[in-house]
């Protein structure tokens, strides 16, 4: 049964240096943004963080990258962060890129107790230097291995007392697979309904997954890239 939390400094109290994190969103969609604000006043350094990207140079992770607390990066696309840039080509922060499927398939993996897995993905190119690679029907794969975090910080619409957890749309994307493969997760929601109140069929992640929730009180959701109609 998850813990359900008053305090967001209670939430990420045992958060500790050099720890890895996984981190839901996709972009500034789903992100748990006050939970990274709370990690951003904690002042907690040397971090592995696991996620799609690294928020943007004002918000998400990259307020974090700000103060940097974040020593390496796994992720598969960081074109939205000029700070980020900054600290890639000045040797301050460490960073592996990953094709985007099999940086969801790698944390799938983890929070399935599948240690590694082979993908056609990379073949031939530098993702694939120093990896074993196998033929498989005539086909040449590489091998990835699983991603398990220390903790995974999970932003959902609606969880009941007990902790399990619906996503809203899209901002389901990469957080189901992260509140599986962390150790302790952490999940922010806009709701907490009674247990029972939420219909089975439609949990996305059950409570066995969900260690400590808290329900926020709000977020900004922030939209990435506005686009309007020209007049």
């Known amino acids: 049964m998850a813990k359900i939390y008053e305090s967001y400094n209670d939430m990420v109290a045992d958060i500790h240096d050099g720890a890895t994190l996984l981190v839901g969103g996709f972009g500034l969609c789903g992100i748990p943004e006050n939970l990274i604000i709370a990690l951003r006043d904690k002042g907690v350094k040397g971090l592995t963080v696991v996620s799609n990207n690294c928020g943007v140079d004002d918000w998400g992770l990259g307020l974090m990258l700000q103060q940097k607390q974040i020593k390496k990066m796994v992720s598969s696309y960081v074109g939205e962060n000029k700070e ?37 993905a ?32 999970i932003k959902a619409w609606k969880a009941d007392t007990l902790g399990n957890l619906i996503y809203h749309k899209t901002a389901r994307n990469f957080n189901p697979m992260m509140a599986a493969a962390g150790k302790i997760t952490l999940v922010e ?17 059950p409570s066995i997954y969900v260690q400590r929730l808290i329900k926020a009180p709000s977020f900004e959701k922030r939209i990435e890239r506005r686009t309007v109609q020209k007049a």
């Open 84 to 120: 980020f840039e900054r600290q890639f080509l000045s040797g301050e922060l460490e960073v592996e890129l990953t094709p985007q499927g099999t940086l969801a398939e790698r944390i799938r993996a983890g929070g399935a107790g599948i240690p590694a897995f082979y993908t056609p």
């Open 122 to 153: 990379g073949v031939g190119t530098p993702i694939a230097e120093g990896r074993e690679t196998r033929i498989f029907n005539d086909k040449e794969y590489v091998m990835e291995t699983a991603i398990t975090g220390d903790f995974a910080l």
């Open 189 to 205: 929601v806009e709701e907490i309904v009674a247990a029972g109140e939420l219909d089975p069929d439609h949990i996305h992640t």
